[in-house]
């Protein structure tokens, strides 16, 4: 997977800080990845099939899980409940939609799965053997996080 | 002023529920996918559908056809991730009146509500 292709990513997250959460995330580094040897705390799965196949997982640290919760719902929950969990499913599906439909262009649409969320002290995922994943590790005033992904591109963004 | 607001997301509802009070809509029922929402359509009336489109056991799309089949007129306001151009053509040619694509500002809910409740 070509670093390019990372783009339409990093702008989707961009856009969903500013409209859903009056927030600026900045890009920092993006690294390839052979396994999440050291995920965050909280990481949101999602699926892309159709003519680009591959997964978006969005990880968190909780104190970033909990604020960019809160700050969707301007509440001020300090646990990581099934609101919070259902919130950051709800992030990624936002960034990785944003990002797909550059790389639909007018053809077929891509399709997302229904988002994981995966929450706990000690936890790894694994993927699959072989398989690079691009990571890129943003700031914002919600704390850091990260956006892994890993796809099988069969055509390129449009935009 | 009545409005159902369909998504599997509690806290996309809750999202949502809180730009249709700001639109001056404070009753909505809530539905969590396709299935619940042609159910609550058949018991209910409402005066605007927030719809959205990826969710288990009915998809958004379906509910949309199938509460058009049921001769219910009721605005429908798709409220999705799906941008597609084809995905929007299909929505409207579905019955859907209007699209809101995620994310969004909390404005532009409530242009598009006045605009569906306008015409």
Not at chain 2, 7 to 30: F, N, T, Y
Request: aromatic fraction near 6%.
């Amino acid at each position: 997977m070509q670093v390019e292709y990372i783009n339409p990513f990093i702008e989707s997250v961009c856009s969903v800080f500013s409209t859903m959460l009056n927030s600026e995330a900045k890009r920092c580094e993006v690294g390839l990845v052979r396994s999440a040897s050291s995920p965050r705390d909280v990481t949101a799965l999602i699926g892309l099939s159709g003519r680009v196949r591959g997964t978006v997982a969005l990880c968190l640290p909780v104190s970033t899980a909990l604020a960019m919760v809160n700050g969707l719902l301007g509440t001020d929950t300090r646990v990581v409940d099934d609101t919070v969990a259902d919130g950051v499913a709800e992030l990624v599906n936002m960034i990785a939609g944003g990002a797909k439909t550059k790389f639909s262009g007018d053809g077929t649409p891509i399709d997302l799965s229904l988002p994981t969320v995966v929450h706990g002290a000690s936890y790894a995922v694994e993927y699959p053997s072989g398989t690079r994943w691009l990571d890129v590790s943003f700031t914002s005033s919600l704390g850091p996080f990260s956006l892994r992904v890993a796809f099988e591109k069969t055509c390129t963004p449009t935009t | 002023m009545k409005a159902l607001v369909v998504d599997d997301s509690v806290v996309m509802r809750k999202v949502l529920i809180g730009a249709l009070s700001r639109a001056g809509i404070s009753d909505a029922d809530q539905a969590a996918d396709g299935k619940e929402a042609v159910a609550a359509v058949e018991g209910t009336q409402y005066d605007v559908i927030l719809m959205d489109w990826n969710m288990p056991n009915m998809l958004g799309i379906d509910a949309v056809k199938a509460i058009r089949a049921n001769g219910k007129t009721v605005p429908i306001i798709m409220c999705t991730t799906e941008a597609e151009k084809s995905r929007v053509i299909e929505a409207l040619k579905a019955g859907a009146n209007n699209y809101i694509i995620k994310p969004f500002e909390p404005s532009v809910i409530i242009a598009k509500i006045e605009q569906v409740l306008n015409k």
